[in-house]
């Protein structure tokens, strides 16, 4: 497939109204009641602000005015239900229009979460086909709520619709793409998308995520896809306090060679900035830098690979003075942009690297992850 005439611009797309989704009456991870006193700012760690101040950063910076801005429509009734059962979107409309409510593990909402989680994932969906169609370079989406953890029948993580998945199954449908790989950075792991493609040949999944911090159970390099989709799936667990030289040691020595052995048509990010080396929910030290070079890969594939066709999809980051200038890297990446917003926290994180011995036993996992893809 080839893309004839792409515009040169990467787009952003968000919408004000995903910004106004809540959580319920929460203080960080606990139900409010009891002895749980309500936080000053209240809510879920997921909250706006981390994601507002991505585009007050940019806008500061002058980044903003290099970029395509765009929101979109909802994803239609026969988008979701490609991914999830009626059952479990009609237990969800039900729920929204009576005020919202606790949909499942850690997946609290407010009124209206239904239509604000499917104007998140239209977000994803007209970036994805923004690109695709060649009227952008690439494109990044401020999805909110996230959509990595969300499994077909059950909403997890704060994550009620799988995002990413319902834009590639719609993708696929249309036959905008025949292969397709998602690369999923957020420091948990991408358990829904692994579970809705853990069968399909046609769909590469790759999670790279500090091991079982989130959910627990999931997210072990032996499993590999089952089926036609055996070899598909490939989970790259990595210890907490990794930091930045194992995030790119295991993207060139792990991720890379099973993209271009996949020869996708589009390559997708699921771009959680939760590795954050502040970041409340993980331990994995990486930073700004490390999301750039990260963004720089990302493209290097996308270029050698699908003719620069490169879509990412915000997912977790939850430290509000961090998230924004690790956005801001990648987006500036994305965009060739000369401008940049500079780490406040980069002295600090370098300082929280591992040391050699760490760092060595690291690359000595990869390495063995590596050496058991090739036998």
């Known amino acids: 497939m080839t893309k004839t005439g792409a515009s040169q611009q990467t787009g952003f797309f968000w919408d004000e109204r995903c910004l106004w989704h809540g959580g319920g009456n929460y203080a960080f991870l606990a139900p409010v009641g009891g002895l749980v006193q309500p936080l000053v700012a209240g809510g879920l760690p997921e909250g706006p602000e981390a994601k507002r101040r991505i585009m007050t950063l940019m806008q500061v910076s002058g980044l903003w005015d290099e970029l395509a801005h765009r929101s979109a429509d909802p994803v239609r009734d026969a988008d979701l239900l490609r991914v999830h059962p009626a059952s479990f979107l009609e237990t ?117 995520h500090q091991e079982r911090n989130f959910p627990r159970d999931s997210g072990f390099f032996e499993h590999r896809g089952a089926g036609a989709g ?68 990302a493209m290097a594939l996308a270029d050698t690979l699908c003719d620069g066709r490169l879509m990412m999809a915000h997912e977790g980051g939850y430290s509000e003075l961090h998230a924004p200038f690790c956005a801001h890297a990648i987006i500036s990446v994305m965009a060739n942009s000369s401008i940049s917003a500079p780490d406040p926290l980069q002295d600090r994180c370098a300082e929280q690297q591992p040391g050699p011995r760490q760092q060595a036993f690291v690359r000595g996992l990869i390495d063995e992850m590596a050496d058991s893809l090739g036998s």
């Not at 690439?138 to 709520?145: D, G």
């Open 92 to 208: 969800f409309k039900r729920l929204s229009a009576e005020g919202g409510g606790d949909f499942g593990f850690a997946t609290p909402f407010g009124p209206g979460g239904y239509e604000i989680a499917a104007l998140s994932a239209g977000l994803v969906k007209a970036a994805l086909y923004a690109v695709l169609d060649g009227e952008l370079r690439n494109a990044y989406a401020l999805s909110r709520p996230p959509g990595h953890h969300c499994l077909p029948d059950q909403p997890m993580g704060f994550c009620l619709l799988a995002n990413l998945a319902i834009a590639v199954e719609a993708a696929l449908a249309d036959k905008k793409v025949e292969r397709v790989a998602i690369i999923d950075w957020d420091v948990h792991h991408g358990n829904g998308t692994e579970a809705i493609f853990y069968e399909r040949p046609e769909v590469l999944t790759i999670s790279i």
């Open 230 to 297: 055996e070899g598909a799936n490939l989970n790259v667990p990595l210890p907490p306090g990794s930091g930045h030289d194992a995030y790119l040691y295991a993207f060139d020595g792990l991720v890379a060679p099973a993209v271009r052995a996949h020869r996708p048509d589009a390559i997708l990010i699921a771009s959680g900035l939760d590795a954050s080396c502040v970041d409340p929910l993980s331990r994995m030290m990486a930073s700004a830098e490390t999301f750039g070079e990260l963004a720089k890969r």
